[in-house]
Each structure stands twice: as C-alpha cells, then as structure tokens.
C-alpha cells in the first residue's frame, strides 16, 4: 500500500483526533441512533481533553454526512480546530472509536481502505460498450464506445434469399466495432495503469473484444457473464470480489518475498526493537504490520518521523528531543514509512503471518 498520501496529514503538530464513526441507517430512528452513536464518540474525546474547536469541526462533517446520506460508515481525523481528513466507508468500521492522540490513529483505517489497485470495468455489446477505469489516486474516467457501424447488427432469419450475404456483413461489423471497442479498452487501461479488469456484456461481443485486447490486457482481465449496465449493482459485487483476490494475492506474495529474505538473513527484519533501527535507516521498503486495534505495543516520538524509540530516555539522549511523545507504535512507525517513501501491508490476523506482529523487507541489507 502506497502511503504518500498521508504525508499532508502529517503536516500538523498534533493532537489529532481519530474518530471512526458508524452511520449505519437500518431502522426508522436511524438519525437518532447516529446522534446517540456520536454523543458517546464525543463524550470519550471530552475525556480525554478534547479542544472544543475540534469537537465542533468533528460534529459538522458527521452532520454533514448524515444530510446526504452517502455512508454507512466515516473516518475523520482532525488538527487544530480543523478536520484534516476524512473518508467514507462502504459499511460501518469494525470498531467504532474516538482517541486523541499525539499521532492519528490510521492503521484502523488502512486496513479498511485495504490496498488501492488502479482498475477499469467495460461493458460491451455488438454496437459498442462502456469503459469506467479508476487510478491508484482514485481518479474516474468514464469512456462511451460508439461502434464505427451499426447497421446490419442483427442477422436475418433462416431461409431469407440473401440470408448468408448479410450475415457475413453482421459479423464483419460485430468485428469492425468490437476492434474499436479493443482499442479504447488497450487504452484505457494503459492510461490508469490498470491491475484488475472486469469486462462483462453480451457473450459473443464479449469474446471478440477479447481477441483484440492487448495481451497486457487479458493478463488482467476477468470475464463477467452479466449482460448489463457499467452500473450494475451486481457488476461492482464483482469487482469488489475481484479486488479483494488481488488484495490476497498482493499480500501471500510480500509476506513470501519477507519469509525468504529473512530466511537468508538479508533484506528483511522481525520484531519491534529490528524494525525501528531499519525504519529509523530509512531503509524500509515495505513495513509488515499485524492488524490488531487493540494492540498494546507503544513508543516514544519526536517531531521528526525517524525520531522513534523504546523510551523517552532514548529519544533525549540519542535525538536531542526535548518534549517527547508517547503513542501507538504502529502509527509512529507508520507516519516514519510514510515520510521515506516506504509501502504498507497490514497481515490479517487469519492471513499467511499469523505469528508475525511487526516486521519489514528492506531496501537494502540490514
């Protein structure tokens, strides 16, 4: 997982506020439930000495999402006087939470967004087809085909004198279109620098689509036999299925590449006391954390994201830190991969490094 974006949420000072806050809206007094779900967020961050600045800039995006009615579920994080982030979620979060915090508290919202994977869907017919393709930023680019001909499209009964004369035309439009249709998928694709490609629609054009794509292209790609919009509720079931393979897939083969080259005694570290003189090096490529909330593993901070340590002593004598912080040690190690350049793959605690609770590959040879 790219963690570039989160380098403008590291630019305050902190304290921030990290609230995950469930919206879900399933019985007749929805909006009360959420407003009674808020108070208790709320009360836990008046608890903890919460600014009121930041608890009414809180208050309003929760508001404000409750109006449009477009979550079940919402991710904020606030500096400041100020929300500095915020994300929806598909359902509500697995664990509902306010924390104030030196540090945001991201690692809960990581493995809810998951990795982000650039990916397109097409629909195709014989007269054409619909392209929706994502980039890794998140970007939406909708593209309509219009087949170059359309006329004749349907072939002619049986017993027709001329039957075999149009169907031969038939198929050389299908063909004349769905080349085009081709083009504009090879394109597409290239342009998001898609990984995953869905690509559903009439059997038969479907097909001959499919023998004009680049080979890049079928590498990707999975066939969906709905014939349907590029809308479908049950296409983008779909996709998301297909995403969440690619996700598995994505991290059997990190955690594969860290178990061999710590095998090797090379290009890999385990435990925390490991991880954080290689995160301190800034020699993580990738950082290899378990997806535990309720993890009890803290450090101690500095301003600067290298300025991590096992205790406040530390950081004084080694970094010259004067008002050390202490906080979660996944988000102190996180904001310091961040800072570097370094990818993220939370581990499911079910997953292929069940024992495995922080670890990293590295960039080079401890």
């Known amino acids: 997982m790219d963690l570039s974006f989160l380098k403008t949420l590291y630019q305050r ?7 995950y806050a469930d919206l879900t809206r399933t019985t007749e007094d929805a909006s009360k439930a959420v407003e009674l779900r808020w108070r208790a967020l709320r009360a836990d961050l008046e608890a903890q000495n919460a600014p009121q600045g930041m608890l009414r800039a809180i208050e309003q995006t929760i508001d404000e999402e409750m109006l449009r009615r477009r979550s079940e579920g919402l991710v904020i994080f606030a500096a400041d006087g100020e929300v500095v982030h915020s994300e929806r979620f598909t359902g509500p979060p697995r664990t509902p939470r306010a924390t104030l915090a030196p540090l945001p508290d991201v690692l809960p919202y990581l493995a809810e967004r998951g990795e ?12 054409g087809g619909a392209i929706d393709c994502v980039t890794a930023e998140g970007r939406h680019r909708h593209i309509n085909v219009e087949g170059d001909e359309d006329y004749p499209i349907h072939k002619t009964k049986a017993g027709d004198w001329n039957q075999s004369r149009f169907q031969r035309s038939s198929e050389n439009v299908w063909k004349i279109n769905a080349k085009k249709v081709a083009h504009e998928i090879d394109r597409a694709a290239d342009s998001c620098g898609a990984e ?16 004009e794509v680049s080979e890049h292209v079928l590498e990707h790609t999975v066939e969906s036999d709905k014939n349907t919009t590029i809308d479908d509720p049950d296409l983008e079931a779909e996709l998301r299925r297909v995403l969440k393979l690619k996700t598995a897939e994505r991290i059997m083969t990190v955690a594969e590449r860290f178990d061999r080259e710590l ?4 290009r890999a570290v385990a435990g925390l006391p490991a991880t954080i003189d290689a995160v301190r090096n800034g020699s993580v490529e990738t950082l290899l954390l378990n997806d535990d909330p309720d993890s009890s593993a803290r450090l101690w901070i500095g301003p600067d994201p290298a300025q991590i340590a096992t205790s406040a002593d530390q950081l004084r004598e080694e970094f010259g830190v004067t008002d050390p912080r202490e906080d979660r040690a996944d988000a102190a190690l996180v904001r310091a991969v961040a800072a570097t350049d370094g990818e993220l793959v939370v581990l499911p605690s079910d997953g292929p490094a069940p024992n495995l609770h922080v670890g990293a590959v590295l960039r080079y040879t401890a």
């Open 116 to 127: 982000k994977f650039p990916h397109m869907v097409a629909v195709v017919d014989r007269r």
């Open 13 to 19: 000072p902190g304290p921030y506020a990290s609230v």
């Open 196 to 211: 995953a490609i869905v690509i559903a629609g009439d059997t038969r054009a479907r097909t001959a689509v499919l023998e």
């Open 263 to 266: 095998a090797n005694g090379q």
